[in-house]
């Protein structure tokens, strides 16, 4: 029997993305939930979240005894990527602006995109889905996102930088590669960015507001 790990920095959704990448096989809520520690109904509410975000596939378990069939969870085939910490995410991104000649904004855009590509804008409310699948994302990521709706237009704040203690990199690209990430999901999701603006703080290494609105 899995003895049970304790909580540790991260978020409990993060630690249940992190036990299905780590298995060899899919796993059931059941056996997660030993694992972790946590109770079933907090299991299935991060593996919501975690499917909305095109993380986790979600199917029905094939047996060849009898009862009722149980779902099992596996990681998407780009999860483990997008599982990446900040660090990691930015020097990955780095590496593709040197290696393909990109600017950090084209390559930023890239990798938004395909943060909401999993969100199908088939109805109006479909727009908001995809923002809120961004913010939980930038939010995994350390940037503690806000966002702010007024009707059909979408205030987006990235209030702190959790690479902000690089110091070796120029901070106008880091910037370019976030808000570019922003910008590139806001893009697929229907939206128009139509005002960008980066704040410089020496606390939180700079915060920025990307205005949009759904096309």
């Not at 991260?10 to 990448?21: A, G, P």
């Not at 106008?172 to 229907?190: E, I, M, N, Q, R």
Request: glycine share 8%.
């Amino acid at each position: 029997m899995a003895g049970r790990r304790p909580a540790g920095p991260t978020s409990n959704k993060r630690r249940v993305l992190e036990e299905i990448l780590a298995a060899h096989e899919p796993l059931t809520i059941a056996e997660m939930a030993e694992t972790l520690g946590l109770h079933h109904n907090a299991i299935r509410h991060h593996l919501e979240s975690l499917l909305e975000a095109g993380l986790v596939a979600e199917n029905i378990e094939r047996r060849s005894s009898r009862g009722r069939p149980r779902y099992i969870y596996s990681p998407t085939p780009d999860a483990r990527e997008r599982a990446m910490s900040s660090f990691e995410r930015v020097s990955a991104m780095l590496l593709e602006v040197i290696a393909e000649g990109s600017s950090p904004a084209d390559v930023g855009e890239r990798v938004g995109s395909k943060l909401v590509e999993s969100v199908t804008l088939s109805s109006s409310g479909d727009h908001e889905r995809a923002i809120g699948v961004l913010q939980s994302e930038m939010k995994d990521w350390g940037f503690a996102p806000k966002t702010e709706w007024s009707g059909t237009t979408c205030k987006f704040t990235l209030t702190k930088c959790p690479v902000r203690n690089m110091t070796a990199m120029d901070r106008d690209v880091l910037c370019s590669l976030h808000v570019g990430v922003v910008s590139g999901a806001a893009k697929k999701a229907g939206m128009e960015v139509k005002k960008v603006d980066i704040c410089g703080d020496p606390f939180t290494g700079c915060t920025a507001t990307l205005s949009m609105s759904i096309l």
